[in-house]
């Protein structure tokens, strides 16, 4: 769910903001992960809005204090991570156990990584090669 779309600039902008404790707050700049998932979640926003601009809004709540990260709309970048997706979608339709991820990131909010780990086909009895 998109937080706002605000006028700046005379553009119409995507907000999106983000409350964290203090310790995250001072991690956010090393945390690369977490900024990659923030990245992606304004990209789609972006992507289904037809705007071309996105602002992150970082909040501190305990001091209110805050970070603001303004994101481009990046067309190629969607289009890679749609394809991910449709394939996702198509292995698991015909029930393919996917060959994970190389830098094993998304695995961690995937249902299907414990699978994964012991390399279970799915009911089909097929694994993606």
Partial sequence: RIDAVIESHGEMIVVDIKTMNQKTYDALVDSHYKMQKYFAQVQVYMH?????YADILCVNRNDSMHKEYVIRYD?????VQFARIARLKRLLDEDIL??????????????????CVWEVPGASGLKEV
Wanted: hydrophobic residues 35%.
């Fill in 98 to 115: 996917p060959v994970a991820e190389p830098d094993r990131q998304a695995c961690s909010f995937c249902p299907f990584r414990e699978l």
């Fill in 75 to 79: 067309p190629a970048w969607c289009e």
């Fill in 48 to 52: 289904l809005t037809g705007l071309r």
